[in-house]
């Protein structure tokens, strides 16, 4: 890599005819992820990361979370994106490791073994499930192309309609075909949303 590109990104932006979607950490989620960490979050405790990918915006906000032991109520966060293997073997990863990475251990030892390895055992997820509710962590997963069906699904989940929801989007649009889509999505979802917003 270049001396002068950000860790996580490639040198190359997106190579035709191959899929990179979100298996590849895209600059402009680095950049949403700086606005997130001034004051982009304005006391918001609900989001909504669509095309979410490596989901580097709602890592940083799960992340302010635990690092204050959750003293400011529930987090709701939610995570879409077009392929299912995206959610399954790069997003929900991300979160069990920045989980991992801030979490106390008894005798204060790295979290991670000496290779930078982690042992995923049952142990590993009940702690990390009892941890989300502990302080109050609801995440919820969206799968499939944008379009009505999708609006509809996101709209099914049970929510804290008290909070003002904040839908992230930095890595969602790879082909100007699919903008229409994605705006209609995004317009329909804060339709439904008093005081909704979006990044």
Not at 168 to 191: C, D, H, K, Q
């Amino acid at each position: 890599m270049a001396e002068d590109e950000e860790v996580g990104l490639g040198s190359a932006d997106v190579k035709t005819g191959i899929y990179e979607g979100g298996f590849k950490s895209w600059e402009s989620s680095v950049d949403l992820v700086r606005e997130l960490t001034g004051e982009g979050l304005k006391g918001r405790r609900r989001f909504l990361e669509l095309g979410c990918g490596t989901a580097l915006p709602s890592l940083a906000i799960l992340q302010r979370h635990f690092e204050k032991d959750g003293e400011k109520g529930k987090l709701e966060l939610g995570f879409a994106d077009y392929n299912p293997s995206v959610l399954r073997l790069v997003t929900v990863p991300n979160i069990l490791l920045t989980w991992t990475a801030l979490r106390p251990t008894p005798d204060g030892a790295e979290p991670f073994e000496e290779e930078g390895e982690l042992d995923i055992d049952d142990d590993l997820i009940s702690e990390f499930t009892a941890s989300l509710t502990a302080q109050g962590v609801t995440l919820s997963f969206f799968s499939g192309a944008w379009g009505g069906e999708f609006a509809t699904l996101v709209e099914a989940v049970p929510r804290d309609t008290s909070a003002e929801l904040l839908v992230l989007a930095a890595e969602t649009i790879y082909s100007p075909a699919a903008l229409e889509s994605f705006a209609e999505v995004l317009m329909r979802i804060l339709g439904t949303e008093e005081g909704g917003e979006a990044m």
